[in-house]
């Protein structure tokens, strides 16, 4: 799967491979997907007993291409390529390391942009909505076209902290510890509010063509962009935003006009302008819905203890000061729960500048409690190995 | 925390006695998880450690000790009422700014709490305060001005405190170079291990 280790700490160049199922899934909205495919990648080698696989979730935009880089386009790291590789805090010398795109999503794994078999057309705006559990039962099956039975870890940042969570509650006999970070047991009003205000732009937009611009050979860019950019304020502190951006004038002198005037105009038009040409409109609504339907409590009426009750992996928990995405606050409301319930957990709140995004940064003492933690996971695996 | 150094302190032992088998433990103020790792191993106890410094947090996951990192000032808020059989408070009472409060908390989720702190009142702390001076030693290693203990207190005053507000003493063991001492504990102990109840 790996090979040339051109750069230090790196897994190099990477190859997505694809895995089709063919038996139904059925979703949580009742929906069925008669057959579908999941793009993965993976690094590090699996070892005799299988004892070793991790699986990395990935959150809002994210993909299956969690670390290393493509063959030819060296500048195409993964998303996550600062935490997965060999010597690093997850070691991919010690690991086997699996990152998936979630179906619904638009990087290879069945999602809107797919043919629907009904119609020979593009799903579009007729693919089902996803949830987090829904995203956790195409894993499970992923993991058993693997052959894993049970993984050391399942770990993920927000969203895809949110999948590590579920898989907690959902097939506890799968893993042996979650790694939960910068997580929240549900989503706020206000966390709702911004995904709302994120697929009114899309929705709305001319091009959107009720989710069928594929067939219209039209793209809604503008909803994507302003989507983009709602998502992007709520990924950085205002401490962070104002070290980075200030009130900094983008020409040193007021222009009295609606070109991007300030240097924070300019940086969430980039980011938004970048993103609408890659990402898909359809998997965007998708994905935050998929957001705000995650509420492991909701069936035990907002108890989360009660949710949390057949938990029987380890936990490491990890927050950020500075995140009020998902604040410290929240993160504790899991821990509560976990505590609750006896969970074998470590919560660690990191002090750190950068909000939200802090979970994909290199704060040397998050990656070294991470490290730390994984040392222990790969321990266990040897101690099972030999008993 | 103050003085653990890795090396087994000597109070440990005499909280591993109060502590019955399989046990569940909060240890308050863990450092480096030493305490709770040695209670796993020799008491088979299960729980948590909680920790504020990022350092200590990360010597506990290194330690194979489960640790919650927060502020014991803030209170034990994460902790449901009776969820632990025994919370330990070792040698940290002194530098807890509110100790009326974590010593509540202590009996609102636990069973039992125990606490361990250096005996202000060891013949050796009162003789160089009769020399005009600010005791130091090697169990209270500050200066007055830069010491973490603001809550300094001897084996009179905690037994007074606690009579004071209905808590019941358990049981109590004062040490001197490690050893128990039995005649004038509030003279001759260098450290103080109380077990107590609600």
Known sequence: ?387 | MTGANGSQRPDFAAIAQCISRDAHVLDLGCGDGTLLKYLQQSRGVTGYGVEIDDGNVLACVRNGVNVIQSDLERGLAEFADGSFDFVVLSQTLQAMRNTERIVREMLRVGRAGIVTFPNFGHWRNRLQILRGRMPVSDRLPFEWFDTPNIHLCTVADFERFCAERGIRIVSRTVLSDGRPVQALPNLLGELAVYHFSG
């Open chain 1, 1 to 387: 799967m790996t090979s040339d280790n051109t750069a230090t700490g790196s897994v190099g160049v990477v190859h997505p491979q694809t895995a089709r199922f063919t038996a139904p899934l059925t979703l949580r909205s009742g929906a069925v997907l008669c057959g579908y495919e999941l793009v993965y990648e993976t690094y590090g080698a699996l070892n005799a007993d299988r004892s070793n696989a991790v699986l990395v979730c990935h959150a809002l935009n994210a993909s299956h291409h969690v670390a290393g880089h493509h063959a030819g386009d060296p500048g195409n790291t993964g998303w996550w390529d600062n935490m997965i590789g060999p010597g690093k805090p997850l070691d991919t010398n010690r690991f086997f390391v699996i990152g998936v795109n979630n179906l619904g999503g638009c990087h290879g794994s069945t999602g809107p942009s797919s043919i629907n078999p009904d119609t020979g057309l593009p799903w579009g705006g007729d693919f089902p909505v996803v949830t987090v559990e829904d995203w956790v039962d195409a894993q499970a099956r992923l993991a058993d076209h693997l052959g894993i039975e049970r993984f050391a870890a399942v770990m993920g940042g927000s969203l895809g902290a949110m999948q590590a969570l579920a898989w907690s509650i959902r097939y506890p006999q799968r893993l042996r510890h979650s790694v939960v970070i910068a997580c929240a047991p549900n989503l706020s009003a206000q966390n709702i509010a911004f995904n709302e205000v994120a697929r009114q732009a899309i929705l709305t937009d001319p091009d959107f063509h009720g989710g069928n611009y594929q067939l219209q050979n039209a793209v809604p860019k503008r909803g994507l962009r302003v989507a983009r950019m709602v998502g992007h304020i709520t990924y950085l502190s205002d401490d962070e935003m104002a070290n980075k951006f200030g009130r900094q004038l983008k020409h040193g002198k007021p222009g009295y006009g609606f070109d991007t005037e300030f240097e924070i105009e300019s940086y969430l038009r980039h980011q938004g302008n970048k993103f609408a040409d890659y990402f898909d409109a359809n998997t965007y609504l998708r994905i935050t819905r998929a957001l705000d339907y995650f509420d492991p409590a909701f069936a035990s009426g907002g108890d989360l203890s009660a949710a949390l009750k057949d938990v029987t992996a380890d936990l490491l928990v990890v927050s950020f000061t500075t995140d009020w995405r998902f604040s410290p606050e929240r993160s504790r409301e899991i821990v509560r729960a976990l505590l609750d319930n006896r969970a074998r957990v470590t919560y660690a709140e990191i002090d750190a500048p950068h909000g939200h995004d802090a979970f994909l940064l290199d704060d040397p003492r998050y990656h070294r409690l991470v490290a730390a933690y994984f040392d222990r996971v790969a321990a266990e695996t040897v101690a099972e190995v030999q008993a």
